[in-house]
């Protein structure tokens, strides 16, 4: 990852397009923003999200739907209030339902 600066930016906008009421994978993130094997790398730039009123980070889950234990802005609690909100349907066990939700890109 030569410019931290520029990879940021490109998994930024791909965050900032993740609809209302959908959710994407750190993976999938990673895939739109030009490497697939940048998940760590999302995780760390929405941690360090400069604007999550923009970029919804809370938007953005595992590959199994669980949500952030350590998700910057609230904690996991507010994270799925956020979803929640916005209609984001959850299974049993707390995971998002990925089936119902999964954002592909647009």
Same mark, same amino acid.
């Given at each position: 990852?030569?410019?931290? %600066?520029?990879?940021?930016?490109? /998994?930024?906008? @791909? @965050?900032?397009? /993740? ?8 993976? $999938? @993130? ?6 697939? *094997?940048? %998940?760590? &790398? @999302?995780?760390?730039? =929405?941690? &360090?999200?400069?604007? #999550?009123?923009? /970029? #919804?980070? $809370? *938007? &953005? &889950? ?5 949500? %952030? ?8 609690? *507010?994270?799925?209030?956020? =979803?929640?909100?916005?209609?984001? #349907? ?17």
């Amino acid at each position: 990852m030569k410019n931290a %600066s520029n990879t940021f930016d490109r /998994i930024y906008k @791909v @965050v900032a397009r /993740i609809p209302e009421g959908k959710v994407c994978t750190y993976g $999938h @993130v990673a895939l739109l923003a030009g490497n697939r *094997r940048w %998940s760590r &790398v @999302v995780g760390f730039a =929405l941690h &360090v999200n400069p604007d #999550p009123e923009t /970029i #919804p980070c $809370h *938007r &953005v &889950v595992n590959r199994f739907g669980e949500l %952030s234990r350590a998700f910057a802005f609230g904690g996991e609690n *507010r994270q799925k209030e956020l =979803l929640d909100a916005e209609g984001v #349907p959850f299974l049993p066990d707390g995971r998002v339902d990925l089936r119902a939700c999964m954002w592909w890109g647009d």
